[in-house]
């Protein structure tokens, strides 16, 4: 967002009043009718021809709702006429476009807080206040630009073609209402505007005497529009997404850019499947203006954060099952007339310059009478939001924070604005039972490497938000220009009324010329152009006195020394001293070929070490290789893995454990400055191609262009080996869904590092060679037997343990076995193993699975007698388990306090077990005469609990 225009930009002020006036003129909205101030920034004024006295019939009429975030309208009836014999948009044939029914959305006059070009602010020339969204916004929504259609029996209707029975804005809250019959299907819509959302809710009802089978499909042509010619992005650029920007009247076009949160960002038609591929099924669509210049719409695709109750953990949003991107006409439908989805796409073409979206809701069976509710949400993409009843909050903090293109030490912005907004409609806001929000307390929570500004404070209150209006609170953070990486934060808002909301989000924090170098062993990168590329140079540091540094030959297997940096390589740096943040040498500079893709690394067989080549963290989904052993085709990390090329995980070096931490998955990253393994299972050399940065809020782009969880079904059994100065605690034998599963997950164990003396690894057969696995797993829960090597570089005492085993299902039984004494742990009773090897050498374990029914806990006869007729004899007590359980013996006082306990987390097994009473307290004094009860608690690896208390009298 930038100041407000100047005394000659103002002159340009003219029609857009009018314009945004027909619009919602039903909605009556006209705060927003008022602000929307630059004729330019219309679509109609766009594209109507300036001698064409009549483009618009008498009853041309729009509805709408907006605040101060966003602005929806919905066409009622008429049609515009676009173009003609020399344009503009359309030449030398005219198109009129009707408007019943179609669509369209608008920022509100209040954009993003975020500067689009935080480097250079002073010159950065763009803003999102009040950009058109979607073509023919504010004043046109219309023709095939955005519209929906209900789908019966695979028969498409266009909304609105039938008009509408019932048509108003409502007084409550901040919505408009519309219904009508297609196709004997009754149409209720109720689009409601939520802090930077828009809520569509549609319910479908079937009219038919017998069962039909209801959907909809929703689709819009992007088109976006600065409110006026000299609002523009650093490419000059006031228009993206839509292909009429060489036809319209002072407007520079440009291809918008498409982001998804996986994966690099598509240029060309796709089809996502939910039922075929729900992996890769996107979450959300992100249609920005520009990478640099990252405001536009978002299209949801379920349920989110942002739309999760906190109390109820429910999300009103629909699943869709489809969508599809591609470009506008083959999808949408040529212009004019009344469409209903061509929904053609064109394989391996690009789509940029015309970017188009149907996002579809599949047929299910409604009966007669019957009704189907369909809930999506349009919103912004700067926003990180809940808009759950009975209030909206969105946060709008940086997506990015980016090194300075003229000093790469310095980070843009810093210090950063974090906006928080606050909406009061919902369940406050209906009328004559309006209640405003009063002492809303916002409280900003930073992780380590943000911090509040000097005179700032992480606590702010809004006195009152009331019913209908928006309130925000600015915080002022800065960067302390050391941690780098994907920083979260959030933020608690805490109204009176109202539930608490906690937004969470995270800031991705460019790396400046700096490294931590700490004590020991150090696995880094270096993501710089430098001019003197020697390690002694860039660090500062005495090579061997200061610091060794090792490379590894993939080829010969082992270490060899190093003493220059190379991007998109790793190398470990032994520190003798801890340095903390090195401030680098070598005259550092940013890359040059951030925007085209760093320089190919070639693999080799088994393990190599890997870097990001850049500054900023970039998704390892993103990575794309060529194997020699299929040289023909490239293909993308996740294809590769599939074949079996590569490791689906890689692996970095944890300062602050001195262990090693496992990543995989698509949207996994790969942080600056941080060294990777990366591991290739097939015989033939990889290459791999880095990827151009595409992060959102990268300076100076010219472009426009799962994780695991613990179940019955899939878990994970972490292993741990430990010595007096290192821990491997990275290591996992279990159960996955599928064989497909199983070979995804499984990882090969890394090199042990310079400094490590003890490792872990399972050994197993793979494809007919032995292997040195970190993360094995199987199919099923039949018996299996796990071969466990401990390497240890020294002599001395180890200890395995099985950290996580709580998370295990519990009927699942594990033993292991010391091969090289005999002894044997069940490691349901024990915590850890301590062994000792007088020697360097590798010990061998077997650890085995088997399993086993969670059996209920019964505690059958209990007998209890004394040994003996003396005074003092103790009571022996006897008791009987239906199953292996954990007991607790304990003896009770007459009024139930405990007297002494007997036994404590024993591992009994199932039948008949003894424990024995000396007649003494916990104090070891001999108890009184009198009359005691013995309680026995015993617990199953189930969880099921079991009590029994029997009375005893003790005579003296």
């Not at 019913?467 to 780098?484: C, H, L, Q, R």
């Not at 007649?919 to 199953?940: C, K, M, Q």
Request: with cysteine.
């Amino acid at each position: 967002m930038q100041g407000p225009p100047n005394r000659k930009q103002r002159l340009k002020v003219a029609t857009m009043r009018a314009a945004i006036a027909r619009v919602l003129g039903v909605a009556a909205v006209g705060a927003v009718a008022s602000a929307l101030s630059f004729a330019q920034g219309d679509w109609g004024f766009q594209c109507v021809d300036p001698e064409n006295e009549t483009p618009r019939t008498d009853d041309h009429f729009a509805t709408g709702v907006g605040n101060d975030l966003m602005i929806s309208a919905m066409g009622v009836s008429g049609s515009v006429t676009y173009g003609g014999q020399n344009g503009p948009c359309y030449a030398p044939n005219a198109v009129t476009n009707n408007l019943a029914g179609r669509f369209g959305f608008q920022v509100g006059f209040l954009g993003s807080v975020q500067d689009q070009n935080p480097a250079d602010p002073q010159n950065s020339g763009f803003r999102d206040d009040l950009m058109a969204l979607t073509v023919g916004m504010p004043t046109d929504p219309s023709g095939s630009y955005c519209y929906a259609t209900t789908t019966k029996n695979e028969t498409r209707t266009l909304w609105g073609s039938a008009g509408f029975s019932l048509l108003f804005t409502g007084a409550s809250n901040r919505y408009y209402y519309a219904e009508s019959t297609l196709d004997n299907v009754f149409v209720q819509l109720k689009i409601d505007v939520v802090a930077d959302a828009t809520r569509m809710q549609w319910r479908l009802t079937n009219l038919d005497t017998e069962t039909a089978s209801l959907g909809l499909w929703f689709g819009a042509s992007m088109g976006m529009l600065t409110v006026a010619d000299f609002i523009t992005d650093l490419n000059g650029a006031n228009q993206s997404h839509s292909n009429l920007g060489t036809l319209t009247r002072g407007f520079t076009s440009k291809p918008g850019y498409v982001y998804l949160p996986v994966g690099r960002p598509p240029r060309t038609d796709q089809r996502y499947t939910r039922a075929l591929d729900p992996a890769n099924f996107p979450t959300m669509i992100d249609f920005v203006f520009g990478q640099t210049a990252n405001y536009g719409l978002r299209i949801e695709t379920g349920a989110s954060p942002s739309t999760t109750d906190p109390i109820s953990g429910q999300s009103d949003a629909t699943e869709a099952s489809e969508f599809v991107l591609g470009k506008q006409t083959f999808l949408m439908g040529g212009p004019g007339g009344d469409p209903t989805f061509s929904d053609v796409t064109l394989p391996d073409t690009t789509f940029l310059q015309s970017v188009g979206f149907i996002q579809k809701y599949g047929e299910l069976p409604v009966p007669a009478n019957g009704s189907r509710t369909i809930v999506q949400y349009v919103r912004s993409t700067w926003g990180e939001a809940n808009y759950a009843l009975p209030y909206a909050a969105v946060v709008d903090a940086p997506r990015l924070v980016a090194n300075d293109p003229n000093d790469p030490a310095e980070l843009r912005p810093n210090p950063m604005t974090i906006r928080v907004y606050v909406d009061n409609v919902g369940g406050y806001a209906l009328v004559n039972q309006e209640i405003p929000l009063n002492d809303v307390k916002i409280t900003l929570t930073l992780p380590p490497g943000l911090s509040m500004a000097p005179g700032d404070t992480a606590q702010k209150t809004i006195t009152v938000v009331q019913p209908y209006a928006i309130e925000f609170v600015d915080f002022s953070v800065v960067s302390d220009g050391v941690i780098n990486g994907s920083l979260p934060y959030s933020v608690k808002i805490e109204p009176i009324p109202g539930p608490t909301k906690v937004i969470s989000g995270n800031i991705q924090v460019a790396t400046a010329p700096r490294l931590d170098v700490l004590s020991d062993a150090n696995l880094v990168t270096f993501p710089w152009q430098f001019q003197d590329t020697s390690l002694e140079n860039i660090l500062g540091l005495n090579n061997p006195t200061d610091f060794q540094a090792y490379r590894w030959d993939p080829q010969l297997s082992g270490y060899i020394p190093a003493t220059n940096a190379e991007r998109g390589k790793s190398l470990w740096l032994v520190s003798n001293s801890n340095y903390g943040s090195v401030v680098l040498g070598g005259s550092p500079q940013i890359p040059g070929d951030i925007a085209t893709g760093a320089p190919l690394i070639q693999l080799h067989s088994g393990w190599n070490l890997i870097g990001n080549p850049y500054p900023y963290a970039v998704p390892l989904g993103q990575l794309v290789g060529v194997s020699a052993a299929n040289p023909q085709f490239s293909y993308t990390f996740a294809e590769l893995v599939a074949q079996g090329v590569l490791s689906g995980a890689v692996v970095f070096w944890d300062n602050n454990t001195q262990d090693y931490t496992f990543v995989q998955g698509s949207d996994a990253v790969l942080q600056a400055n941080r060294g990777y393994w990366m591991f290739v299972n097939t015989l033939q050399d990889v290459t791999i191609s880095y990827p151009s940065v595409y992060a959102l809020g990268l300076p100076g782009s010219f472009r426009g262009g799962e994780s695991w969880s613990q179940s019955d079904k899939q878990w994970r059994l972490q292993l741990s080996v430990r010595s007096e100065n290192s821990l491997d605690a990275q290591n996992f034998v279990g159960v996955a869904r599928t064989e497909a599963e199983a070979r995804l997950n499984r990882i090969y164990e890394p090199p042990t590092s310079p400094v490590h003396d003890v490792n872990l690894a399972v050994e197993e057969i793979i494809d007919g060679s032995p292997a040195r696995l970190a993360q094995t797993l199987t199919t099923g829960q039949a018996r299996k037997t796990w071969k466990l090597m401990a390497t240890a570089q020294t002599a001395g005492q180890f200890t395995l343990t099985w950290p996580n085993l709580t998370t295990v299902p519990k009927n699942v039984r594990f033993r292991i076995t010391d091969v090289a004494t005999g002894e044997t742990r069940d490691l349901r009773q024990t915590s850890g193993y301590t062994f000792v090897m007088n020697d360097a050498g590798t010990r061998e374990f077997r650890l085995e699975m088997s399993p086993g029914a969670a059996s209920r806990a019964v505690i059958g006869n209990v007998v209890v007698n004394r040994d003996g007729r003396d005074a003092i004899s103790p009571f022996v007590i006897n008791y009987s388990l239906s199953s292996e359980a954990t007991t607790t013996v304990r003896i009770l006082s007459g009024s139930g306090r405990e007297v002494f306990t007997v036994s404590r987390g024993r591992a009994d097994s199932a039948g008949e077990n003894s424990v024995t009473w000396m007649l003494r307290d916990n104090a070891n004094r001999l108890v009184a005469p009198g009359s005691y009860r013995v309680e026995i608690l015993a617990e199953t690896d189930g969880g099921d609990r079991v009590r029994k208390v029997i009375p005893i009298n003790v005579v003296r």
